[in-house]
């Protein structure tokens, strides 16, 4: 993703030729070949943390839409910035990388290290309002 964030700032610069206007531009930022079902992607995580447990909520509705995305785009003007990792290094760099930063143990889910928690801590500090927007101080 930072190599994507990297592409998008330096867009305006890399290509003067393309057809496409450079202050327009909406690109889906991927790879062709990481388009997989969640429970895939679980999986896969799964094989490289050996003892992980998945379990699917067998009464939960099917989700029937289609998260299939096409990356051509990206592929076309991302040059150098498309993804050339296949997703089990990128799955092993991130456990590796998840263990270095020493996440709380055993309670995680109320840590600020989840997004909704930290977003009702700044609400409850009145540094953001309902609408997740700065307040002046």
């Excluded at 679980?42 to 490289?48: L, P, R, S």
């Amino acid at each position: 993703m930072a190599k994507a964030i990297i592409w998008a700032l330096l867009y305006k610069n890399i290509n003067d030729n393309l057809q496409i206007p450079k202050n327009i531009i909406s690109v889906n930022i991927g790879s062709n070949s990481w388009n997989f079902k969640v429970i895939d992607l679980a999986n896969k995580v799964k094989d490289q943390l050996k003892n992980t447990k998945i379990e699917l909520n067998k009464f939960a509705s099917p989700d029937k839409r289609s998260y299939k995305v096409n990356f051509d785009l990206f592929k076309k003007l991302g040059g150098e910035y498309y993804p050339n990792r296949n997703i089990e290094e990128t799955i092993e760099k991130l456990i590796n990388q998840i263990k270095n930063i020493s996440l709380p143990d055993g309670n995680f889910r109320n840590s600020n290290f989840i997004r909704l928690n930290h977003l009702r801590n700044l609400i409850n500090q009145k540094l953001i309002d309902d609408n997740l927007r700065w307040l002046k101080h």
